[in-house]
T-cell receptor
């Protein structure tokens, strides 16, 4: 048990659908992250929240919309996705996002397939 | 640009030793992390180096040379359960992790 949970674990959606990914951390951390992991590519940081405030948005297309209602919950709202958006979406948390020792704890990920 | 390089795949024998290298070029340096990721699972933390030298933790050790932009992860007494991907990541000047693509380690009996 990593202390970070994600739902759903698997998601198949059409390009016109709207869906949301959910992440919850039980570690008392202040920072949460969304990453995209594609096969044989480095983890791509999408969004960072620190104390519920978005601190990073790495040029992510607007079809991905994050929401962080509190320090324990993070959502990724999806709409009009493209097939190239199919990937593993990982959520992570850490004590803070602006310190040297920034060990991140990951959830199991959501395997997304866009048809 | 920022870049992390590590081999795509390595093969080793059960009981042996393997060294996985990582070289990096980043804007600033606030430490280097190694993570392990089994297929279909979350990455899990293995080690953190911020000063030059070797950090040992059981069967796993991690080395850092900041002047060379180089690190390695050393795995001893390999077990079948060590078959996984090993991810190198550097914390840059903004404390964001820059990730390598990972090294898939295959352990053979």
């Amino acid at each position: 048990e990593t202390g970070v949970t994600q739902t759903p674990r698997h998601l198949v959606m059409g390009m016109t659908n709207k869906k949301s990914l959910k992440c919850e951390q039980h570690l008392g951390h202040n920072a949460m992250y969304w990453y995209k992991q594609s096969a044989k590519k480095p983890l791509e940081l999408m969004f960072v929240y620190n104390f519920k405030e978005q601190t990073e948005n790495n040029s992510v297309p607007s079809r991905f919309s994050p929401e962080c209602p509190n320090s324990s919950h993070l959502f990724l709202h999806l709409h009009t996705l493209q097939p190239e958006d199919s990937a593993l979406y990982l959520c992570a948390s850490s004590q803070d996002s602006d310190r040297s020792y920034n060990e991140q704890f990951f959830g199991p990920g959501t395997r997304l397939t866009v048809l | 640009g920022q870049n992390i390089d590590q081999p795509t795949e390595m093969t080793a024998t059960e009981g042996a030793i393997v060294q996985i290298n990582c070289t990096y070029q980043t804007s600033g340096f606030n430490g280097l992390f190694w993570y392990q990721q089994h297929a279909g699972e979350a990455p899990t933390f293995l080690s953190y180096n911020v000063l030059d030298g070797l950090e040992e933790k059981g069967r796993f050790s991690s080395f850092l040379s900041r002047s060379k932009g180089y690190s390695y992860l050393l795995l001893k007494e390999l077990q079948m359960k060590d078959s996984a991907s090993y991810l190198c990541a550097v914390s840059d000047s903004n404390y964001q992790l820059i990730w390598g693509a990972g090294t898939k380690l295959i352990i053979k009996p």
